[in-house]
């Protein structure tokens, strides 16, 4: 089974700090993704990776960043965190650009900005 | 980029019975898949059911099967026999070839005893 992993389920950060969120996937796969999860917004792309060290913008990229150092693993950064970050991130990975492909999700990081 | 709309925040289901979902999206592509996916409230998404455009027939997961309307640009989820297990939030997702998906708003999906 594929499995995702994210480094935390909960964290709080206060404003201004920079926030890592982590993501590991165990099968190889070449696509990952990080998404924020929104009441009444769906999921919402911020940035994905189609190979090590490269990145796309998603849909909101504004104030995050992204590392991909390692197949296996793909970082969300905020640079500084605000307030309005406040949100579910979720991380998912898929094995090619095959439609076919179903992406696998991490269990989510709550993150809290105060 | 497309969009994918589900037009229903909040649906409920007396156990037992049967849900529809629905989910339409905004396509000019021939070719893509279109999928259903599950966030029960412990939040992890799993993948319910994937539908290929080229395929006319209808796919099916023992209790959930779609429908699947390509010209009307349809694709919405029927649960069969209803569990408690069910509830949860479920997003439709289109992807074509290439690398993004698109997910809707979600429905929540109540399950009453």
């Known amino acids: 089974d594929v499995k995702v992993t994210q480094s935390s389920r909960y964290l709080v950060k206060r404003t201004g700090e920079k926030v890592f969120l982590e993501c590991v996937q165990d099968?190889?796969?070449?696509?990952m993704f990080w998404y924020r999860q929104d009441p009444g917004l769906g999921l919402r792309l911020i940035y994905f990776s189609y190979d090590v060290k490269m990145k796309e913008k998603g849909d909101i990229p504004e104030g995050y960043s992204v590392s991909r150092e390692k197949k296996e693993r793909f970082s969300l950064i905020l640079e500084s965190a605000s307030t309005n970050q406040t949100s579910m991130y979720l991380c998912?990975?898929?094995?090619?650009?095959?439609?076919?492909?179903?992406?696998?999700f991490g269990p989510g990081t709550r993150l809290t900005v105060l | 980029a497309q969009t994918v709309t589900q037009s229903q925040p909040e649906m409920s289901v007396q156990e037992a019975e049967t849900v529809t979902l629905s989910c339409t999206y905004d396509?000019?592509?021939?070719?893509?898949?279109l999928f259903w996916y599950k966030q029960p409230p412990s939040r992890q998404m799993i993948l319910v059911i994937r539908?290929?455009?080229?395929?006319?027939q209808n796919a099916t997961e023992n209790r959930f099967s779609v429908n699947f309307q390509k010209a009307a640009k349809s694709f919405s989820l029927k649960i069969s026999d209803s569990q408690l297990g069910d509830a949860a939030m479920y997003f439709c997702a289109y992807r074509s070839y290439g690398n993004q998906f698109y997910f809707g708003t979600g429905t929540s999906l109540t399950v009453i005893p």
């Open positions: 099968m190889d796969h070449e696509n």
């Open positions: 396509t000019s592509e021939s070719d893509y898949y």
């Open positions: 998912a990975s898929t094995l090619g650009p095959s439609g076919s492909n179903e992406q696998f």
């Open positions: 539908q290929e455009a080229y395929k006319q």
